[in-house]
């Protein structure tokens, strides 16, 4: 029988040693002068945000969302992120994050677009039709699915 508390201890326990970093202005400026300089340096890359906890003074990781030419498929997408993360790792001496906008869901979109950063654009009109679209989408799904929760939950958010 699976003693609940006891994983909820070791759940806390374990979230507590997820190892966390404080940099200075200066260090944080020259990460992103290098996850820059990483990012220019790929031509498949259209425009790239960052966002997440390294936007905060304490951070796990280095969280990147980047939009990549549309000639990359999923599969491909999936080995490209990986790729960039092994590398951008050994520049930073931090862990990376990657994602790639192209195929993610439209509430991760929003969030990084309404929290995030933009660190390069190669493409501004891309990128600026990319915000557009997402924006609209999102509130247009979001009208929905406020009305759905106030009707099956009764919740009002």
Do not use: C, W
Not at 48 to 65: E, I, K, P, T, W
Not at 68 to 88: C, M, N, P, S
Not at 108 to 129: N, P
């Amino acid at each position: 029988m699976l003693n609940i508390s006891k994983v909820k201890l070791e759940m806390v326990l374990d979230m507590q040693s997820i190892k966390r970093y404080e940099i200075t202005d200066v260090q944080r400026k020259n990460i992103l002068d290098s996850i820059q300089s990483v990012l220019m340096g790929k031509k498949e890359i259209l425009f790239a945000y960052l966002h997440g906890s390294f936007l905060q003074n304490l951070f796990r990781d280095v969280d990147l969302a980047i939009y990549v030419d549309q000639d990359i498929g999923r599969k491909e997408a999936f080995h490209f992120e990986l790729a960039l993360e092994r590398e951008l790792d050994e520049h930073l001496s931090f862990p990376a994050d990657v994602r790639i906008l192209n195929y993610s869901p439209l509430s991760f979109k929003f969030k990084v677009l309404k929290d995030g950063k933009l660190l390069i654009t190669q493409d501004e009109g891309l990128r600026s039709d990319f915000e557009s679209l997402t924006m609209n989408e999102y509130h247009d799904f979001n009208f929905y699915r406020k009305r759905y929760m106030k009707e099956v939950f009764g919740l009002e958010i």
